[in-house]
């Protein structure tokens, strides 16, 4: 069983910055492929950015390449997401997941297990 938390949501201008961070209890963290989610509102869940186990391979959505990063840290057992360059349209509520086989894919479906959320918003 994991658990997962958010944190670092909040209200930041456009072209401001922001960093979440998910941590995550159990021993089988370092195992699970994560990934970031977003919600706005009447929209459905989309894919931001996924890594894999050893943080070895990372992947995007096109609409925030350039701007966000993930990265992860397996001594501690959290994951983040540096989000840079800060759009309107990048506001929402933002997701932490984990999936079991380590792997990164897009689809909400194939993650076992999911954060409470926390909410991005920036203004114009």
């Known amino acids: 069983q994991v658990q997962l938390v958010e944190s670092g949501g909040g209200l930041v201008q456009a072209g401001g910055s922001l960093r979440l961070s998910c941590a995550a209890s159990g021993r089988t963290f370092s195992s699970y492929g994560m990934g970031w989610f977003r919600q706005a509102p009447g929209k459905e869940r989309e894919f931001v950015a996924g890594?894999?186990?050893?943080?070895?391979?990372?992947r995007y959505a096109d609409s925030v390449k350039g701007r966000f990063t993930i990265s992860r840290d397996n001594a501690n057992n959290i994951v983040y997401l540096q989000m840079n360059s800060l759009k309107p349209e990048d506001t929402g509520v933002y997701y932490c997941?984990?999936?079991?086989?380590?792997?990164?894919?897009?689809?909400?479906?194939?993650?076992?297990?999911w954060g409470q959320g926390t909410q991005v918003t920036v203004s114009s």
């Open positions: 997941a984990g999936m079991r086989g380590g792997v990164v894919v897009r689809t909400p479906l194939n993650y076992d297990y």
């Open positions: 890594i894999t186990w050893s943080g070895d391979y990372t």
